[in-house]
């Protein structure tokens, strides 16, 4: 299955796409709160929009089955051809989901992402800048064909945000991307799809009664206002 990738965090913006019976993710810019940190504007077209604080939310808490990858091999210090080879490869992940041909696979740019973290560990706010580090977490996102990869890029993210070094946000919807491909109930709400009648979630959720408080804690915004931008895509793709 493809999923087109909509789930833009709040420091950039992307355009809204979705297509019946695939998974959606945050429509809009606003819908998710990033850590704040000092480093490069972000490119046209990369993920996420304004930070909203200074200061990075609190990382949700997670049980956790032993100790957690190292966020980052060493001190961090700004690698700009890293980052940039991180935006090329979010904006080609773009481009193939906009029907765009490009020269390369979701498998490809995995594989690179591996090799990436063989050597640095997660790309950090520090190492990469926020939109790298939303540029990977996207390409994380997308490696659904590759469970095994997702699940360890979690443990690594748990980590960076737990040192505010990754968005609490992007941590939120790859726990719950990886919950809910294998038919487990998510944690965030944050996998939609269009039913019939607009949005509904695509595994059920854990805890409702407490799911605004989670999300609040990633930095989201409240569920039904999330279920409401989200139904805005679904009407369009329905146009």
Request: proline share 9%.
């Amino acid at each position: 299955m493809r999923f087109t990738r909509t789930d833009a965090p709040a420091r950039r913006r992307l355009p809204a796409q979705a297509r019946k019976g695939v998974l959606l993710l945050s429509a809009l810019a606003g819908l998710m709160a990033c850590t704040d940190a000092s480093g490069p504007a972000a490119p046209s077209g990369s993920p996420g929009g304004t930070a909203t604080s200074a200061a990075a939310p609190s990382a949700p808490a997670h049980p956790s089955s032993g100790s957690a990858p190292a966020a980052t091999r060493s001190p961090a210090r700004f690698d700009k051809a890293l980052h940039d080879e991180l935006i090329g490869m979010f904006r080609r992940d773009q481009a193939e989901r906009n029907g765009e041909p490009v020269a390369e696979s979701d498998q490809t740019r995995t594989a690179r992402l591996k090799e990436i973290i063989a050597e640095h560990g997660w790309p950090t706010i520090d190492l990469v800048g926020a939109d790298g580090e939303d540029a990977a977490w996207t390409i994380a996102q997308h490696s659904d064909l590759d469970p095994a990869f997702q699940q360890q890029a979690v443990e690594l993210l748990r980590s960076a945000v737990a040192v505010g070094q990754a968005s609490p946000g992007n941590l939120a919807y790859l726990e719950d991307r990886v919950a809910a491909a294998r038919g487990e109930p998510q944690t965030y709400g944050t996998q939609v799809r269009c039913g019939p009648d607009g949005p509904v979630p695509a595994t059920p959720i854990h805890d409702q009664a407490g799911l605004d408080a989670r999300r609040a804690t990633a930095g989201l915004p409240p569920f039904a206002t999330y279920l409401a931008e989200l139904a805005a895509v679904c009407a369009e793709d329905d146009g």
